[in-house]
């Protein structure tokens, strides 16, 4: 469904990602796990559209992948950024309608905007809230959510437990699992290597801007080498 073979992306002259090569396969969860300046937002944002690679290919459903953010949305790629970016001065179910602004379906989105509510309840409670006075959990689902009005059908999710409680991270990665449940394709990025691993078909250990490791989520689980560098286990 997603297809990147060999991107390599630049902040002026320091070399973000090299040669990064991965798919992603329709209906499945699959996470890209790193450390904290790996390259993970990098590469989420460079298959939004908002950077661009300066060598190698993206491909969604075998055609190439356009490169200016609208474009990669309208094609149904919706990327949820680290740290949420709601917009705070705006209230629960207009950052929720701005998730679908290029829509034109009224009905449809009414109806996106119940099942959001109902997947959610919380924010039912906080629809006339401003977003910026939620908690940071509550602000991460408004930002699913808002994803999600968008009817993608690759949720690109960068950082979603990023300064949450534990108890909140536990409710987004089983929110993470229910929406893959609907249909959804989910391309995670993650410093929590052992939740995002737990709940992933497949995954891609990312270390200085280059894919050292991949395989099945359990497999990973299982090897000496991830258990060191990124689960705390010493062997």
Do not use: W
């Amino acid at each position: 469904m997603l297809k990147v073979e060999n991107i390599n992306v630049f902040y002026d002259q320091i070399h973000a990602l090299r040669d990064v090569s991965l798919q992603v396969e329709p209906g499945q969860i699959v996470s890209m796990v790193g450390a904290n300046g790996a390259g993970k937002s990098t590469l989420m944002m460079t298959l939004a559209g908002v950077l661009k690679a300066r060598s190698g290919s993206i491909f969604y459903n075998g055609k190439p992948l356009p490169t200016e953010p609208h474009l990669v949305l309208a094609e149904g790629i919706c990327l949820v950024p680290e740290r949420r970016r709601l917009y705070a001065n705006l209230t629960v179910k207009e950052n929720l309608l701005m998730g679908a602004y290029l829509r034109k379906d009224k009905k449809g989105i009414q109806e996106d905007m119940e099942k959001m509510l109902d997947l959610f309840p919380i924010m039912r409670q906080r629809i006339n809230q401003y977003a910026g006075t939620l908690s940071g959990g509550e602000q991460q689902m408004v930002a699913i959510a808002r994803g999600l009005m968008s009817r993608p059908k690759i949720l690109l999710l960068d950082e979603p437990s990023l300064g949450l409680a534990p108890l909140i991270i536990e409710q987004v990665f089983k929110t993470i699992l229910d929406v893959k449940a609907q249909g959804t394709t989910i391309f995670l990025a993650e410093q929590n290597a052992f939740k995002s691993l737990e709940i992933s078909d497949y995954a891609y250990v990312l270390e200085t801007g280059r894919v050292i490791l991949s395989g099945p989520g359990k497999e990973l689980l299982d090897n000496p080498m991830v258990q060191q560098a990124y689960l705390g286990v010493r062997h």
